[in-house]
């Protein structure tokens, strides 16, 4: 059974960083693209950042780039989204998801459509 467990969510300041994580298991982890996503009640999932199945490729949304980091590390089967200068609208329920790219092991995706598993979602939530 694959397994996808979000974690590292809280309450923090406008300004304030926290580190998401994601540790996943039941699949070759180093065969998956990942991606974060997020989404606040009455809307739609949002994307947030995603990264190729090495690593070695990134993709962050312009609402967040320059503040979101997203990294993976293979060996430990868990990817990390380093959340900087959070600002009050970053608040929602963050989501990660994986999914395995047919042709392009380079390959990775903000479209959530395509993404095969997903973890239950961690809170973040931004208000002094």
């Not at 996808?4 to 969510?9: D, E, K, M, R, V």
């Not at 406008?14 to 982890?29: D, M, V």
């Amino acid at each position: 059974e694959v397994q996808l467990q979000a974690s590292g969510g809280g309450l923090v300041q406008p300004g304030g960083s926290l580190r998401l994580s994601c540790a996943a298991s039941g699949l070759a982890f180093g065969d998956y693209a990942l991606g974060w996503f997020r989404q606040v009640p009455g809307k739609g999932r949002e994307g947030v950042s995603c990264i190729s199945a090495s690593g070695r490729s990134t993709y962050a949304e312009d609402s967040v780039k320059g503040r979101f980091t997203l990294s993976r590390d293979n060996a430990k089967n868990t990817a990390y989204l380093q959340m900087n200068s959070l600002k009050p609208e970053d608040t929602a329920v963050y989501y990660c998801a994986a999914y395995k790219p047919k042709y392009d092991q380079s390959a990775y995706s903000i479209d959530p459509s395509i993404y095969d598993f997903w973890g239950q979602g961690t809170q973040v939530t931004v208000s002094s």
